[in-house]
T-cell receptor, first 114, second 111 residues
Framework: GENVEQHPSTLSVQEGDSAVIKCTYS??????FPWYKQELGKRPQLIID?????GEKKDQRIAVTLNKTAKHFSLHITETQPEDSAVYFC?????????????FGTGTRLKVLA | NAGVTQTPKFRVLKTGQSMTLLCAQD?????MYWYRQDPGMGLRLIHY???????AKGEVPDGYNVSRLKKQNFLLGLESAAPSQTSVYFC??????????FGQGTRLTVV
């Protein structure tokens, strides 16, 4: 079945350093890859997404790269700040028999140390 | 425009009791999802719906039922609650292959 693996499960970085979170998906038909940020006690919210026809996308300090051949995609956060501390989830989505399943990775808890 | 709203926000059930969680969205989205979130296990898909009157099973459907009688509402039912169903439940909706909008979550404890 479909599966999304996410690593690492926890990540601690010093303020100002970069953080990288990686996800691997199993279904080559997946064509949409969003990243969500979830602060403690709050709902997940989209921070960036990428579609299968694009290799890289940037939005200020956040970037996502996609390698379709290897079936993995990564979130890059540069110049990390304490407010970046949260749990980050990747997801993979595709059309299956006309439906739109949405499968998430297990999450990465990022701690930015001041 | 409230987005996605879940009720209730908190609930404590005794083993064997039943309850229904309500998800309402005002964005005219076709697709709606129910997830449960447990520590270290991310967001696992319980059931989902691709339109009014349709439902489908996700990764962990056992012990849950759903209904989508109206496009804006997606109900999640627990017929006989078990302690293993203690979790935080999130509803989400989306249109096509795009961002999913989440509700604020429901924290359910089964004792």
């Amino acid at each position: 079945g479909e599966n999304v693996e996410q690593h690492p499960s926890t990540l601690s970085v010093q303020e100002g350093d970069s953080a990288v979170i990686k996800c691997t998906y199993s279904d080559s038909a997946s064509n949409y890859f969003p990243w969500y940020k979830q602060e403690l006690g709050k709902r997940p919210q989209l921070i960036i997404d990428i579609r299968s026809n694009v290799g890289e996308k940037k939005d200020q300090r956040i970037a996502v790269t996609l390698n379709k051949t290897a079936k993995h995609f990564s979130l890059h956060i540069t110049e990390t700040q304490p407010e970046d501390s949260a749990v980050y989830f990747c997801a993979a989505s595709k059309v299956t028999s006309g439906t739109y399943k949405y499968i998430f990775g297990t999450g990465t808890r990022l701690k930015v140390l001041a | 425009n409230a987005g996605v709203t879940q009720t209730p926000k908190f609930r404590v059930l005794k083993t064997g009791q039943s309850m229904t969680l309500l998800c309402a969205q005002d964005m005219n989205h076709e697709y709606m999802y129910w997830y449960r979130q447990d520590p270290g296990m991310g967001l696992r898909l319980i059931h989902y719906s691709v339109g009014e009157g349709t439902t489908a099973k996700g990764e962990v459907p056992d012990g849950y039922n759903v209904s989508r009688l109206k496009k804006q509402n997606f109900l999640l039912g627990l017929e006989s609650a078990a302690p293993s169903q203690t979790s935080v439940y999130f509803c989400a909706s989306r249109v096509g292959i795009a961002e999913a909008f989440f509700g604020q979550g429901t924290r359910l404890t089964v004792v």
